[in-house]
């Protein structure tokens, strides 16, 4: 019965068969898990490289016989097509941000989510719905949103194509923040929320627009660093600003304090206009200007404190860009 306790096989086979058992076992699992990335891999390939500009969801025209063709939107998306084929390593970028986009007003509320989202404290998703129920709830902005591509398009000469200003314009970008935080302040009564996009609108653009401010459509803050627009500043339309112009108050009184901004108006870079005063429609201010006084039509103000130049009447400064005098 001794020989009955050895079993068929050495105790040494035994330890080497369970060995090679668990080697097997390990080579196996590694096997399928190195399966499994290889497949996460060839996936990721298919999206992010075997997929043809052309293939991109949305990246053809969506507008269906009966409704008008939204042609901004056509446009980006027809620029944004070009840069990919000659600079293939913005494809997942563009499609992310434009091509994978039903709409203009999707691409915006998901371009300025990424932005200013903080992660764990204001989530990326929670901001692009806030910004997309606003930009497709009011068809004034999205009007508003276009005029303003447009008028960067034309008028600053550092703009080749509208996709860039979609994506990188920060004037731009900051100006649709304050557009949808403007909806929040005065149509739903959300004042914090309005705060909050404000905040981070300036903590991410160095653009400071108080979401009471009303601004019209057609502008171009260019560069814009350091802008910043008091609570009841008026801005009309087409109208044109460089970075560093404050429109502000004269002191710390309450109600209607900040200046009231005609159509058409140039205003030079770090030009200050401050207390309740009314610049005219197409008038032009000077840079570095101080402005403490009313500004007729067409008028040219210079100076600290700014004067206006006599016989200087300006045409369309705004459209022009156009800042001698």
């Known amino acids: 019965m001794a020989a009955c306790s050895d079993s068929i096989y050495p105790r040494s086979t035994n330890s080497t068969l369970s060995l090679s058992l668990s080697l097997i076992s390990i080579y196996l699992s590694v096997t399928m898990a190195a399966c499994s990335v290889q497949k996460c891999r060839e996936k990721s390939l298919i999206k992010s490289i075997s997929i043809p500009f052309y ?47 039903p709409s203009l007003e ?11 989202s903080i992660p764990d404290i204001i989530p990326r998703d929670t901001l692009e719905h806030l910004l997309h129920d606003a930009l497709t709830a009011d068809p004034e902005l999205g009007c508003a949103v276009r005029a303003d591509l447009c008028a960067v398009r034309d008028r600053d000469p550092a703009c080749e194509k509208m ?5 990188y314009y920060k004037g731009f970008l900051a100006l649709q923040v304050h557009r949808v935080a403007h909806w929040l302040w005065a149509q739903k009564g959300r004042r914090a929320a309005a705060l909050l996009l404000q905040s981070r609108s300036s903590e991410v653009f160095a653009v400071d627009i108080h979401p009471g401010a009303r601004i019209g459509k057609g502008i171009l803050l260019d560069h814009a660093t350091g802008v910043v627009i008091g609570e009841t500043a008026v801005i009309g339309n087409d109208v044109s600003m460089l970075h560093g112009v404050t429109l ?26 401050l207390g309740n005063v009314r610049i005219g429609d197409g008038a032009k201010i000077g840079a570095g200007a101080v402005v403490l006084k009313p500004v007729p039509d067409g008028a040219t103000a210079v100076g600290s404190p700014a004067k206006v130049l006599e016989g200087k009447k300006s045409s369309l400064p705004a459209m022009s860009m156009d800042h001698r005098f």
Request: net charge negative; aromatic share 6%.
């Open 163 to 167: 996709v860039h200003c979609f994506l």
């Open 248 to 273: 502000g108050g004269t002191g710390k009184q309450a109600g209607d304090r900040h200046p009231k901004v005609g159509d058409g108006v140039l205003i030079g870079a770090g030009a200050n206009v």
């Open 106 to 116: 999707s691409a915006l509320a998901a371009h300025l989510a990424s932005k200013l």
């Open 55 to 101: 293939d991109c969801p949305y990246s053809m025209p969506t507008t269906s016989p009966a409704m008008p063709i939204d042609e901004t939107w056509e446009q980006l998306k027809e620029e944004a097509q070009s840069d990919i084929i000659n600079e293939p390593i913005l494809r997942n970028y563009y499609c992310d941000l434009i091509l994978f986009r």
